[in-house]
DNA sequence: GCCTTATTGAGACATGGTATCAATAAGGAT
DNA sequence: ATCCTTATTGATACCATGTCTCAATAAGGC
C-alpha cells in the first residue's frame, strides 16, 4: 500500500503534473495505431493527475468511481501498453513494484519521499555520466538503467 | 577492484562467489539468534554459489535435489530472511523482482547482462558521489537507493 | 538425554496478474 | 449518417507467486 496516500498536504508540488499532458498520451496512442476510447481517456487522466505512484489495482479503483463497468483486466492491459509505450514507468521499491508513475519526455531519475509517498523527477545528467564512468572501468556495454533514490523530501523535513 | 573479469573464461566468471563464504552466513545468522538448521545451510549454499539470480522459487527447486522433502514455505522465509538480515538483495530487473544475489559487504552497484543473465557488481563510489550531488541540487535528504545497470557484459561483446 | 520452543513441511489460502471469449464500440468506407 | 470490420472491452475462469496455519520435528540450553 502506498504510505501517505491518505495524508493531508498542502500541495502536490512534487509531482510534475503540470508537465504532463493528458491528450499527448491520447495522440501518442493514436499515432501508435490503436483506438482511442473512453477508458483510455478515464485511466489516462488518473495516471496523469495522480500526486502518487499507482497500482493497476489503485488505478482500478479509483477507475470505477467515474466508471463502474470498467474491466480489472482492460486497466491491466492498459497499463501495459502506456508502459510499452513509455508513457508511465515502474517504480521499483519499497512499495513492491507494481506501481507507476508517468514518465517526463527527458530522462530524469526518480526519488521517492518514504515520509509522504510522493515521486519526484531529478536531472538525470548525473546518472549519464556515472554510466558512462561505469562502463570504461568495467568494460561491459550499458544499454539500460534503473535508478531509484529514497528518503525525506525537502518539504516533509520543513514539516517534520 | 573486484570484478574478477577474466577475459580467458567463458563461464562463471561475473558473480564473485570466491567473496562470499557461506559460513559467515550461518554465523551471522546465530548472532542474530536464529537456529542454525540443514534448511539453512542448505539454502545459503545455493546463493552462496549461484551464478545468477535466483528466485525464492528456482532456489526451492534447487533445495530439492539434495534435500528432497525441503518444504516451498520454508524457502520463501527463509529468502525474506537473508534479505532483512542483508546477506542477499533483490534484483529489480528485466527478470521482474523476484530474483536475489549475495550482497557483498561493501556497497556495491549491480550490473545485469542481458545476453548471459549474469550479475557484476561494480565500484559504488559514482553512486555515492551522485546521490550527494542529488542531495545537494533538491534538497530532499536521501537515506537510500537503488541502481542496476543492464546491457552487454564484456565476455558476451567478445564472444558475439 | 530431556525439555522447551523455534523451525519446518504440507497444504489451504490470498493476492496479483493473464487468458478466453462473447459483446461492444471505434472509425474508415459508403 | 449508417454500415462493416475488427480492435477493444468486461466478465469470469484461470494461473503464478507468495503467505498463513498448525501439527510434527529438531536445535540447543540444561
Redesign the interface.
Known sequence: MIRGINKKHKVGCLMPSKRINPADWLTALDESGFRVTTVQETLIDIFARSEYPLSAEQAWEIARQSRPKTGRATVYRMVDKLENLGLIRRV??YQ??SHFVPTLPELM?L?I??SCGRA?Y??SQ??E???Q??EH??????????????????DC?ENA
Open positions: 521499483h521499491g513492491g513494484c531519475m526519488f519521499c518514504l519526484d531529478l536531472d548525473p546518472l555520466d556515472l554510466i564512468h561505469s572501468t568495467s568494460g561491459h556495454h550499458i544499454t539500460d538503467s534503473r535508478l531509484q533514490l529514497f528518503g525525506d523530501c525537502a523535513q
